[in-house]
């Protein structure tokens, strides 16, 4: 099927929509965070954690939230000869991540919360001043009260975990497939990466837990959300398919003009397994 979505007005505005998000995200990343008071109590209880280098770099970090959707487009296009749902995902990941970072720099922000290892961030040499004035880099300091929520984790839960929504959708894992250990383990294979990265926070001291739990709930809840807004819901008989697809099909069979298309085929050949005496291909497993 030739691509749907043409250049239009709509377009437009959601490419428009998502320079905005991404614009604002990089300038929120430069801001201050609100200057919390630190009881001394809290400064050596929560706050007095060694400094260690990220076991998931930032560098990392980006390069896995940006390969994921170039994979999944280039997975759709040339292992599935669908462009729909490769552009689809594109705008789907898109929108996601540029809410998610956001929200998730606006509670950042807000909240200035201290990481674990903020006292020798304040104090590099261990030794606190008497007024609890920091001694240390003011851009470490600044970073050092922005721990809720983690970011590393809503990015990857956000990225990897839209990736596990397509592959259920595209195996039919909860749908028309289910019973399946391979599809179900393939759809969480991702969600296990994503966890991996956000339990990581926590190993090299940068961020506490309730960070990570927050920012993993954030991002995926986003990434559903976005996923919804151009794809069909995961326990449908149309699980996978773009909304735009199903809608053009819908407008063409409502004007007297039935679309044969491969869904449509695949969807009968699956409904009566039986009658057909033969297999039913399947391109993923």
Known sequence: MPLIRSASLNLFVEIIIRIGLLSLFCYMETMPPFVRVILPSELESDCKYPRRESYVPGGALWAIVLSVPCLLSLLAWGACNDCNDAFE????WSLALGING?????MKLIVGRPRPDFFYRCFPDGVETADLQCTGDPMDVMEGRKSFPSGHSSLSFCSLGLAALWLCGRLRAVSRCRGSAARVLACLVPLMMALCVALSRSCDYHHHWQDILVGST????VAVFCYRQYYNPLTSELAGVPYIVSNYNLVKYS???PDISP???SKNAESTPLLNGGKKEDKWI
Do not use: C, E
């Open 89 to 92: 995902i594109l705008l789907s």
């Open 102 to 106: 956001v929200i998730t720099d606006t």
């Open 218 to 221: 954030l991002g995926f809840t």
């Open 255 to 257: 004007n007297g003009k």
């Open 263 to 265: 869904i449509k085929d």
